[in-house]
């Protein structure tokens, strides 16, 4: 599964797990959402993944 993949012109990351169905997915979409990322999905093979993205609008220096 490629660690990256771009929807829509804009690059997202796989967070790395692979979920048995839609539901399970789905819950962990939601709180990626709820976090304030943008979340893809996909299946392939059965399994479903989930890819994520979030634009930094805010830089703290110390």
């Given at each position: 599964m490629p660690?990256?993949?771009l929807f829509d012109g804009k690059k997202f990351m796989?967070?790395?797990l692979e979920?048995?169905?839609e539901e399970k997915a789905?819950?962990?979409e939601?709180?990626?959402?709820?976090k304030g990322f943008e979340?893809?999905?996909?299946?392939?093979e059965g399994k479903?993944?989930?890819?994520t993205?979030?634009?930094v609008t805010e830089v703290v220096v110390e």
């Open positions: 660690k990256a993949r796989w967070d790395g979920y048995d169905d789905g819950s962990v939601k709180g990626y959402a709820e979340v893809r999905t996909c299946s392939e479903v993944f989930i890819y993205r979030r634009v």
